[in-house]
């Protein structure tokens, strides 16, 4: 039955745009958070008909939801802790994170036994609670934006409960290829290609990932050709870019400067090579995530400095790897191993006024953008990624152009791969070469093709990413 407040458009997604910290005192305090999902929704901003369902994730989110203390435009479910943690930590991300980014290490791994099983029916619970919630929520033909992997079962549940509404689902995730898809036991896999052809559309950022769906469902569900495979719903492909507008403004505010002041003083004089007489640097900027390669990205700058001497004092390597997930043991472990390569490299080769590796864990996002302005090489050399902004944020932001190293499996490839200097993510040694060449662009050509490279990446905002799903699902929605 549809409620009384009848939303038109519903976006659904585990972390929501809000976030609530209790204070010792017992009093809660706010966070707006960022990324595409936030801006792209900002084109319906002040829209009263819209709402944002998404899970309490932590203590203070869920005695906001039981005070009843609730931003307007979104609800957030209470949902019992532990089927969240075992739907989010136990299936989301150490099963579907790890297959759509390749990330077993398949001699021991993954186990799929009575454990998983317990798990993959919490993760049901807690898809049929978003569903449920939605249901209770939208208009009659109302627009239901689902989002990602956390929720791929919800379009089916939705569908059944109510079929008169217009359903989408988008994964900002890379798709598996059939062969490691099919990792999952054969029933598992078709509930799940199943729950999101529950939805008119599927979207996804590239054709790469859109073809390794439909090939899934061919593989898992059968059928003859794609139609026959995907049935009735809608294979789309809508590419999400950077927020020009925004970080334009955003990293020439005060705070982004005084942090330029403290990275400059960082990176240290040298050689007197780059911009304002300062040393060379190469950035990276990542949530500390498996499938960042944020070590083998440590490992090619080592080679590089082992093999060619000269850039010793002459290039600091700034890394900004932030903490993620680290309820799960598997990051935390990471997130060491990043600090202990990234210690070995500055033992081996510090000087007295030389430290050659600046690792960054505490996140700070002026202080990303200072980094984005004053680097001259960015290194984006995930393993596997669904789009990754960061290679699309650098351009637009750097102050005197920026070379980038991009890997071939991030879906920002699609877009971006013709100006930038690209890289095989395993191939160390290439990895070390292509840092050398982006080191050694000359300035006239790093600044040109910096600018291409802001143009590609500019081309498609978080708010046109947004109205263009809307529209294609509900034009009334769109404009109304
Ligand atoms: O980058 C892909 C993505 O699915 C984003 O859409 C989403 O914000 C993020 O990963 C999930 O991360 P977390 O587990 O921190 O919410």
Redesign the pocket.
Known sequence: MASPHAARVLVAS??GPVSYTLRDDGELTSKRGG?G?VSGLSAIEGNAESLWVCAALGDGDRAAVRRGVAEDGVRMLDIDPEVHADA?NGIA?SVLWFVHHMLYQTPLEPVFDAEFRRRWDAFRTYNRAFADALAAEAAEGAAVLV???HLCLVPGILRELRPDLRIAHFS??PWAPPEYFRLLPDDIGAELLRGILGADRAGFLTQRWADAFTACCTAVLGGTGDTASTGGTTIAVHGLGADADFLRKRSHEPDVDERMAALRERIGGGTGEGPDGRRKTIVRVD?TELSKNIVRGLLAYRELLDTRPEWRGRVVHMAFAYP??QDLAVYRDYMAEVERVADEINSRYATADWTPVALYLKDDFARSLGAYRLADVALVNPIRD?MNLVAKEVPVVTDHGCALVLSREAGAYEELGRDAITVNPYDVSATAAALHEALTLPDGERAERSERLAAAATALPPQRWFLDQLNALDPAAATG
Do not use: F, I
């Open positions: 585990n972390r990324g999902l989010y991300n989002q990602d992997y900002h995730t949530r993620s997930r669904g």
